[in-house]
């Protein structure tokens, strides 16, 4: 900071010398103005409301163990990995500062993380600068994921239908979250994407905990029963939908699917959400879990063998088939094991 300080004020005679690539760090404007000092006072601002506000959960040393961390599921974030769950960029990317406001600002529903909705906005960019200092060697944010308008403004009923199929079809949500239709309408929508059924989960109309980055298993909600934590409002749907969540298995969808498909999605889920607590979303449940005994229909036979095998490279395109795991193949960012 020393030096920064020195360059800033005799910018011409210390040029292209030993403090070109500290300079590097910051652009002219904030050379010409000083506000490297500003920096220095924000940081230490930021460390001081930090402590105040955050350290309890968050910790000292920004590494989510503060004292009450030991009470709280789900853990809260270890600020030194740099990534976080909720942004506007593809999951495990660095966030912007926006993506860390929104979360701030807005908390996180059903966990712990409360709002700080009253703190003043510079307080938040004070606090978050210093939450940047404990990421080593922190990365430039990722690109953000572009959310083109909402396609379904003058038909929401058609939105929600379509999300509906795309959730258990293409998309196959319900490989980790709940279905929520019977299983004659599951083997409809798959079929509606020429998608083979492999069968059904043993508990199709619950979640299936899967393994996390963030040192525990995280069972996916429940959109009946349990909170969403980003928000419920459609634009906060088709945000989570398309950047997935850091660090756990809830892909990226962004890449694969279309506009027009991710806000279907949105629509549904919020359609799902919105039933959340009421008699409804019982009934909904219960009928579910009471409907008739059903077999799936047989496999189509199986194709005919191939005529020759002479060319490696003529079967293996032959057999480009939807793999068993079938669905849009979308990206996710939780590939290590927990621990
Ligand atoms: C009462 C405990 C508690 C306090 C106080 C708290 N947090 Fe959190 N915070 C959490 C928990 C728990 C999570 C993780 C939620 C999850 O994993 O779903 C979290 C997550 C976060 C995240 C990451 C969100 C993401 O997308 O991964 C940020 C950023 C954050 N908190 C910032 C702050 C800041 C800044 C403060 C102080 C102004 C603060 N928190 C105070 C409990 C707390
Ligand atoms: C491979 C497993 C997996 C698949 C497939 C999957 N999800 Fe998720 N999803 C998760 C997990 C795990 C979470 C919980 C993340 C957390 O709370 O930390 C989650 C969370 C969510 C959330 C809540 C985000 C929030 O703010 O709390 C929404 C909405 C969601 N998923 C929608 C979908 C939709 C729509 C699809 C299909 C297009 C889908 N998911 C497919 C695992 C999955």
């Given at each position: 900071?020393?030096?920064?300080?020195?360059?800033?004020?005799?910018?011409?005679?210390?040029?292209?010398?030993?403090?070109?690539l500290d300079r590097?760090?910051?652009?002219?404007?904030?050379?010409?103005?000083?506000?490297?000092?500003?920096?220095?006072?924000?940081?230490?601002?930021?460390?001081?409301?930090?402590?105040?506000?955050?350290?309890?959960?968050?910790?000292?040393?920004?590494?989510?163990?503060?004292?009450?961390?030991?009470?709280?599921?789900?853990?809260?974030?270890?600020?030194?990995?740099?990534?976080?769950?909720?942004?506007?960029?593809?999951?495990?990317?660095?966030?912007?500062?926006?993506?860390?406001?929104?979360?701030?600002?807005?908390?996180?529903?059903?966990?712990?993380?409360?709002?700080?909705?009253?703190?003043?906005?510079?307080?938040?960019?004070?606090?978050?600068?210093?939450?940047?200092?404990?990421?080593?060697?922190?990365?430039?944010?990722?690109?953000?994921?572009?959310?083109?308008?909402?396609?379904?403004?003058?038909?929401?009923?058609?939105?929600?239908?379509?999300?509906?199929?795309?959730?258990?079809?293409?998309?196959?949500?319900?490989?980790?979250?709940?279905?929520?239709?019977?299983?004659?309408?599951?083997?409809?929508?798959?079929?509606?994407?020429?998608?083979?059924?492999?069968?059904?989960?043993?508990?199709?109309?619950?979640?299936?905990?899967?393994?996390?980055?963030?040192?525990?298993?995280?069972?996916?909600?429940?959109?009946?029963?349990?909170?969403?934590?980003?928000?419920?409002?459609?634009?906060?749907?088709?945000?989570?939908?398309?950047?997935?969540?850091?660090?756990?298995?809830?892909?990226?969808?962004?890449?694969?699917?279309?506009?027009?498909?991710?806000?279907?999605?949105?629509?549904?889920?919020?359609?799902?959400?919105?039933?959340?607590?009421?008699?409804?979303?019982?009934?909904?449940?219960?009928?579910?879990?009471?409907?008739?005994?059903?077999?799936?229909?047989?496999?189509?036979?199986?194709?005919?063998?191939?005529?020759?095998?002479?060319?490696?490279?003529?079967s293996a395109s032959?057999?480009?088939?939807?793999?068993?795991?079938?669905?849009?193949?979308?990206?996710?960012?939780?590939?290590?094991?927990?621990?």
């Amino acid at each position: 900071m020393r030096i920064l300080g020195y360059c800033a004020i005799a910018p011409f005679a210390l040029a292209m010398t030993s403090c070109t690539l500290d300079r590097d760090k910051w652009d002219p404007d904030q050379l010409a103005h000083g506000k490297y000092v500003a920096v220095d006072e924000s940081l230490a601002r930021g460390r001081a409301s930090y402590n105040d506000y955050c350290a309890g959960c968050h910790g000292e040393k920004g590494d989510g163990e503060g004292p009450a961390a030991k009470f709280l599921k789900p853990k809260p974030r270890d600020f030194r990995k740099g990534k976080v769950k909720f942004a506007s960029v593809a999951a495990g990317e660095m966030p912007t500062d926006d993506d860390l406001i929104r979360t701030i600002q807005r908390g996180l529903h059903g966990t712990s993380m409360p709002s700080w909705r009253l703190l003043p906005k510079d307080e938040i960019l004070d606090i978050i600068q210093y939450v940047k200092t404990f990421t080593p060697n922190r990365k430039a944010p990722g690109g953000m994921i572009a959310i083109p308008a909402d396609p379904w403004l003058k038909a929401p009923e058609k939105g929600v239908a379509e999300g509906e199929k795309l959730y258990h079809g293409l998309a196959n949500c319900n490989s980790c979250h709940p279905a929520y239709v019977e299983k004659p309408k599951m083997v409809e929508h798959m079929k509606a994407f020429d998608m083979p059924l492999s069968g059904f989960r043993e508990k199709p109309y619950d979640s299936e905990t899967k393994d996390s980055e963030w040192g525990e298993a995280i069972t996916p909600p429940d959109f009946l029963s349990d909170y969403i934590k980003s928000g419920t409002a459609k634009e906060d749907l088709v945000r989570v939908i398309a950047t997935g969540v850091g660090g756990t298995a809830m892909p990226s969808w962004g890449a694969t699917l279309t506009p027009k498909q991710l806000w279907g999605l949105a629509y549904y889920v919020e359609h799902l959400a919105s039933l959340r607590g009421t008699k409804k979303a019982q009934d909904m449940r219960k009928a579910l879990l009471e409907q008739p005994p059903y077999t799936p229909p047989p496999p189509p036979p199986p194709p005919p063998p191939p005529e020759t095998t002479a060319d490696p490279s003529a079967s293996a395109s032959a057999s480009a088939a939807p793999s068993s795991s079938a669905s849009a193949a979308p990206t996710t960012s939780a590939t290590a094991a927990p621990k």
